[in-house]
């Protein structure tokens, strides 16, 4: 691998990801101004939108105009149980539950907990099972309307999902399971069939409701490709294609990449990290500022290399003007990194003890969002 | 394919099979004296072992010998329900009938409606479903013990059969199923995934029980390459590998191979077949006769390659002494193919008569043998 080339599979993400050359290998499209003043007549524009955190999608256009016509759309994400639940993950949903808001949609979220298990050597089915209401206690504390919100583990309603999992893996090769996933003759065979599982939540409505329903999918780009499956089968098996739309990746605080869980923990923040654990990964996270203060002075700091610039961008700032101003004065050598990453961890620790007390409160509603059958 | 050479494999039947070549291509045990001896101290050697119709096995001592501790087996088999059940698919059925009468065995009876639906193009899961309560009443005309015998449908009972079935996935690569199966990357991945629904059942008492128990599958030889995987499997998911025992294919009305339903549908007898379409397939039937009667007086008829003799030994004579008796009329030149296939007639036309009148008896004992819930 070249040291500029990067790499994203629903797996892995290795490398300095470059955007712009993603959308083109993944065959997406970049959100353009007219979209953004397609969406601003229905919602005012999310501040994930202004900064181009949701920066592209398929077919958003088309959902978008079905929703004009009157023809409502659900919304479909979720989430891959391995470990505790980072900030990263934050960020798609804190998004998802913006367009909940704005368009009124249900919302279907998924806890893979099978896929966990087979792709990761060393978790049981229990953990990840285990893990799937774990992370749901997440996803509950952001506010979600629990009367238009189910979330599900997999495993938990396989009698719903198998049946539908069937009818696209009927239209699934192994040749082409391989050239978008990039499985080997080693992959193991429940690998192989999982993405037939991932497509058919972009179907449920259509099922329940007997007649074709609009399906939008928020979600890091990385699982982009479980989608072009499940675009690719849906005409052929009677359903919509499900549009969607792509957020970036967190950075991880070690400078590079995607705040992967595979990645080492203090790359990233844990919604369950302690007080002294937000503060010792960020005062001892890499940062865009100089050598010296004395250079930094001079020349000023890179936010655009900068993990804790992204915190302050992707969470951690949603005033336009206060996160320019927290720019200006890091290029001008005015901020030095010490400082604002003492702001920083003031205002995760001051989000995560929030966060942790509606996560604690939302063991309670766990019954009201988990659904044992759709 | 060389003309003497033919193909086995759990989806297709082609050639003239030699069973002696056969268990050494796939690596199991022919049933010796031994073997038959030992089975004779427990229950009467039922006329398929005495025959050889029942002629191979996977550790069927080793069943026994935990039998003989007190540790009683359970027996497992099934049926791919893409038609209607013929004649065929009744030997390894009565032979389990034994079974289950002699050693007081559980049943677990599986109905793959996933595998036809991902196999066969044409069919819906609609059809395979429904195929697989049809081919039921089968299996409960032939007079299963309800108390002791549960048939289920795959697609039924999959909220029991999937957790258990990614544990057997996540220890199977591509590799191994193409080997086993002969998949190429033009096979669809459910159809990949397949083989670990199939290998769950052999776990099921083990599961409930929660303690090894054995399990018997008897089957016809052609599903060894899915019992393979299951005993290369269950040792590292911690469940004991099952044994197996293998029956021979009843041969096609046509004269060649298996009588499978793949074949034209004159090549076999249905059990929903009319008295006329059971003597037009007959008497329609290839046989080992001569070209000429005076040829068959003068050298006398081939019950070796004869589907009408086969059907007395697999069905319809389950007297040795009588159907050596025929074998004999038939190879001194006394016996007339026409009269042969006369007799035959009326029997098949009298056990269909008696297997329809309980078949349809059946439909009121569904809901006592078909599980929702394993």
């Given amino acids: 691998m070249a040291e500029k080339d990067f790499i994203v599979t629903p797996w892995e993400v290795v490398g300095d990801v470059d955007y712009t050359e993603l959308v ?21 524009l999310h501040y994930m939108l202004r900064r181009k955190i949701f920066f592209s999608h398929r077919d958003l256009d088309w959902v978008l105009g079905e929703y004009e016509k009157g023809n409502k759309f659900f919304l479909y994400t979720g989430r891959g149980p391995s470990d505790d639940t980072h900030l990263g993950h934050l960020v798609p949903w804190i998004f998802t539950k913006y367009l909940q808001d704005s368009f009124g949609s249900k919302l279907y979220f998924q806890m893979t907990d099978d896929e966990k298990f087979l792709f990761k050597e060393k978790l049981s089915r229990e953990e990840t ?56 003759n080693e992959t193991n065979i429940g690998g192989i069939f999982f993405t037939s599982i991932q497509s058919v939540p972009a179907f449920i409505e259509s099922i329940k409701q007997k007649k074709p329903v609009p399906c939008l999918i928020p979600h890091a780009i990385d699982q982009d490709p479980h989608f072009r499956i499940t675009r690719d089968v849906a005409p052929k098996i009677g359903f919509p294609k499900p549009s969607s739309i792509h957020c970036k990746f967190l950075p991880s605080l070690k400078g590079s990449g995607k705040m992967s869980s595979s990645g080492s923990p203090d790359s990233m923040i844990y919604t369950t990290d302690s007080p002294e654990e937000v503060e010792r990964k960020i005062m001892s996270a890499f940062t865009g500022g100089r050598d010296t203060i004395e250079e930094q002075k001079r020349l000023g700091g890179r936010p655009e290399i900068c993990p804790i610039f992204s915190y302050y961008t992707f969470l951690f700032e949603t005033d336009d003007e206060k996160l320019k101003e927290i720019e200006q004065q890091c ?44």
Avoid: W
């Fill in 331 to 374: 290029r001008s050598g005015k901020l030095m990194c010490g400082e604002d990453k003492a702001r920083l961890c003031e205002r995760v620790k001051k989000f995560l003890a929030e966060h942790q007390k509606n996560r604690e409160a939302a063991r309670k509603q766990l019954s009201k969002f988990m659904a044992k059958k759709i």
């Fill in 129 to 184: 099972h285990s893990l799937a209401y774990e992370n749901a206690l997440d996803v509950i504390a952001l506010g979600f309307d629990s009367k238009k919100t189910m979330i599900f583990a997999d495993t938990d309603v396989i009698d719903f999902l198998y049946p539908h999992a069937l009818e696209v893996a009927k239209k699934v090769t192994f040749s082409t399971a391989k050239a978008v996933f990039g499985f080997t």
């Fill in 24 to 44: 083109k290998r993944f065959g997406t499209q970049e959100i353009d101004e007219a979209l953004l003043a397609r969406i601003k007549k229905h919602a005012p």
